[in-house]
Nanobody, 124 residues
């Protein structure tokens, strides 16, 4: 089970930190991803991290503003969101994959497990 939290309402330029805690399994060798869905749009990739080794990947739209990190001992991943923009408004989902995502880390489909999402609203 994946539990995402940390969303909320913030003004443009502000910061939020999202957390995703995984229970019921160890994700130490998983790929963990953050995706988001805003109104009228498809779910889109935000960031991903290899829990074994810590390699990170980012969507171009968030590079330099959002940072994904991991804490294997707590079976958790985080998304530090700085310099937020109204376009970042969305429901953010964390996802987990045990090993099949490979180079397709930016696609939702390969991820086996999904959390319910946490809503982020950025006001202008």
């Amino acid at each position: 089970q994946l539990q995402a939290s940390g969303g909320g309402l913030v003004q443009a330029g502000g910061s939020l930190r999202l957390s995703c805690v995984v229970s019921g399994r160890s994700v130490s060798r998983y790929t963990m991803g953050w995706f988001r869905r805003s109104a009228g749009k498809e779910r889109e990739f935000v960031a991903a991290i290899r829990m074994n080794g810590g390699i990170t990947y980012y969507a171009d739209s968030v590079k330099g503003r959002l940072t994904i990190s991991r804490e294997n001992a707590k079976n958790s991943v985080y998304l530090q969101m700085n310099s937020l923009k109204p376009d970042d408004t969305a429901v953010y989902y964390c996802a987990a994959d045990p090993g099949s995502v490979g180079s397709n880390y930016y696609l939702p489909r390969p991820y086996n497990y999904w959390g319910r999402g946490t809503e982020v609203t950025v006001s202008s």
